[in-house]
């Protein structure tokens, strides 16, 4: 059960109000977390500017719907691991490389060097070490694209904290994270 509520689009008022339709214009739903989120205007602009920011990265979509999966399971967040496993399905992300990015892995060696990088990343808290950073750097990232990787890493972190705080209820396929054995 929620922790905190998620504010019901019908009853949603002023800046909420607005961020809400433009939400649902463009998914054709307001997701619980954004709900959620919406208590705040200023926390969910904040959230949606910098998430449409990173839609015009260079890490691909598909790779940063990886490292939030990463992130999602080291952190323990329900809520972020069942949506970007969903949203990863629809973006045409393989179940078996959804399931490796849950373990911080890829089959795809560059992918591969990205994620162990952002959960080195998330692992120390960004003093990541000088062979992390040359790990990354030999796998092809330019130093923008390391930069990328860190701000998914932190928008990850961000929205894994909400839902974990709020307990907010999962409006996609349910997942339980994977054990950090």
Do not use: W
């Amino acid at each position: 059960m929620a922790r905190i509520t998620a504010i019901n689009p019908d009853e949603a008022t002023g800046k909420t109000k607005e961020l809400f339709d433009t939400i649902n214009g463009k998914m054709g739903m307001v997701p619980n977390m954004m709900r959620t989120l919406g208590n705040s205007p200023a926390a969910l602009s904040g959230y949606l500017g910098f998430s449409t920011a990173l839609n015009s990265a260079k890490i691909d979509g598909k790779t940063r719907e990886l490292i939030a999966l990463t992130v999602a399971n080291e952190n323990g967040c329900n809520y972020c691991n069942s949506a970007h496993s969903y949203i990863g399905g629809k973006i045409g992300l393989s179940q078996e490389a959804i399931g490796q990015a849950r373990h911080a892995g890829s089959s795809d060696p560059k992918i591969n060097d990205a994620l162990i990088f952002a959960k080195a990343v998330l692992d120390t808290k960004g003093a990541v070490s000088d062979a992390s950073l040359q790990q990354v750097r030999s796998a092809g990232y330019s130093d923008g694209e390391i930069i990328e990787i860190v701000a998914q890493v932190s928008l990850s972190i961000f929205t894994n904290y909400i839902n974990i705080a709020a307990a907010t209820d999962i409006d996609f396929p349910v997942l339980e994270p994977i054990s950090k054995n």
